[in-house]
């Protein structure tokens, strides 16, 4: 279908005038009649934020994200850019993208005034109407709302003439969404300017004043501590904000590895990756475990992108294995968590009493996930083969290098290894997957205190033996 191309054209196909929160609202109650799932994208977050963040849009207010780092917010903000139109007129050539019915710049004014109906319209798509803007200290009124452009002064221009003004990145969105990151750090100016624009509705630079009736909304985010007490926000500007919409961490392990599943990018290698499930558990297990701990820093949090990268890690360290013994697959085992925690150690910000023991908590945090998921796993599972095997001063030795085979080949022939394998939901056996399930009871019997390990090196090889081996 072809597109209207003026002003006149587009009153004829009875284009709805209405602003951007209309707009939203309109089309997010199309897809709520429908029953469609708005944000597929988005975990766990169904019964808790969404229907937060639906109710806002709903009542046309400008919306604020409370949460810690890695909750989300800033794909939910670019999920909402969803429920705009596929495309949207605006005057051709404007810089503030001016309703076709509503100009609001002078140039767009005049071009009315003096063409009418005849004026050119274009059409421009979701992308060109959202625009975000991580908050820094050195962010100016320059970049979120304009200054007076030196180039159309010299030109000949008068500096009281609104001719003069290039706009910055919040009235170029007109007619959009702008989501600003970490709104606090804004410098108190700053806010007052930005507060100024969106309430009072005019732009005030270098002493010129104008009237600019934007529409658009207005999502920010922010960290609840600085939001909430330290106040870091200006009074008026806060009060700006009709809906608060609380994120949080993922509240169940399946959760978490859903958006592990979802976000994490396998090592490319020749061998396939395999990883199962009960690797990931201990995953999700860690980064729980971590947010529980008194000893981290819960104004920072633990954010899922520390599972996320923790899931790659793991499985590159299976691919290196593989690509250096030949394995046809790569599975990851426990011998390759120590890698995994030893990669991510930066990632998490400790409280400062704690300096010096940071790896001490992450390997208490290690051995109370793999232990959590070993019970809930294998509790009442008959272990007595396996430890049968001890009974006779029998070691096992494992290694980050130590094929799949050569770990199997160590037990024989081991009963009850399909029954290990079932319990920890393994439906296609293959030497990588028992090799990992047998690692993984070994490391769970230790725990338990039912065998004993020997550990060469940070990395290094791994020695299981009974109880009663010297």
């Known amino acids: ?13 009875g284009y709805p005038d209405r602003t951007v929160k209309e707009e939203l609202r309109a089309n997010l109650l199309v897809k709520l009649g429908r029953g469609e799932q708005l944000f597929p994208s988005i975990v766990g977050f169904d019964t808790s934020v969404l229907p937060a963040l639906e109710r806002g849009i709903l009542a046309g207010h400008d919306l604020i994200l409370l949460g810690e780092r890695g909750q989300a917010k800033t794909r ?52 060109q109407r959202y625009a975000e803007k991580l908050a820094t200290p050195d962010t100016s009124v320059a970049d979120l709302i304009g200054d007076v452009d030196p180039i159309r002064v010299a030109e000949g221009r008068y500096l009281a003439d609104e001719l003069t003004i290039h706009y910055g990145l919040i009235p170029r969105t007109n ?11 804004l410098p108190e100016r700053i806010q007052v300017a930005l507060f100024n624009i969106l309430e009072e509705r005019d732009v005030q630079i270098r002493g010129y004043r104008i009237r600019l009736p934007l529409d658009l909304l207005l999502v920010v985010t922010a960290n609840p501590e600085d939001y909430t007490h330290r106040g870091r926000i200006v009074s008026p500007l806060k009060d ?14 399946t ?23 009960y690797m990931e558990e201990v995953l999700a297990a860690v980064t729980a475990e971590l947010r529980r701990s008194p000893h981290v820093n819960h104004r920072s949090g633990v954010s899922v ?37 030893e990669a991510s150690l930066g990632r998490v910000e400790f409280d400062t009493i704690e300096e010096g023991r ?6 208490r945090a290690l051995r109370t996930a793999e232990l959590e998921v070993f019970r809930r796993r294998l509790s009442g599972f008959d272990f007595a083969p396996i430890l049968s095997k001890f009974a006779g001063g029998f070691v096992a030795e494992t290694s980050d290098l130590t094929p799949a085979s050569d770990v199997l080949g160590q037990f024989g022939d081991l009963p009850g290894l399909a029954k290990l394998l079932e319990r920890l939901g393994v439906e296609e056996e293959s030497p990588g997957v028992a090799a990992s399930a047998v690692e993984f009871a070994l490391e769970g019997l230790h725990l338990s205190r039912r065998l004993n390990k020997e550990q060469s090196g940070r990395l290094g090889a791994y020695r299981y033996e009974g109880p009663s081996a010297s």
């Open 1 to 13: 279908m072809t597109l209207p191309a003026t002003i006149g054209e587009l009153r004829t196909a």
């Open 76 to 127: 939910l903000i670019r999920n909402v850019v969803g429920l705009l139109d596929e495309d949207a007129p605006a005057i051709a050539g404007c810089e503030v993208n001016d309703h076709p019915y509503r100009p609001i710049c002078a140039r767009c004014r005049a071009l009315v005034a003096s063409e009418g109906d005849a004026v050119p319209v274009s059409w421009i798509g979701r992308d």
């Open 175 to 185: 007619r959009g969404i702008v989501a600003i990151n970490e709104l606090p750090d």
């Open 240 to 253: 700006r904000f009709g809906t608060q919409v609380r994120t949080h961490y993922p509240e169940t392990l």
């Open 255 to 277: 959760d978490e590895i859903r958006i592990m599943d979802q976000e994490a990018r396998p090592p490319a290698g020749d061998a396939p990756i395999r990883v199962p499930r």
């Open 305 to 341: 992108r520390y599972s996320i990268g923790n899931l790659e890690t793991l499985s590159a360290a299976a691919v290196r294995r593989a690509a250096r013994t030949g394995e046809p697959e790569a599975v990851p085992r426990v011998c390759d968590l120590p890698a995994v925690l």
């Open 358 to 363: 940071e790896e001490e908590i992450l390997l």
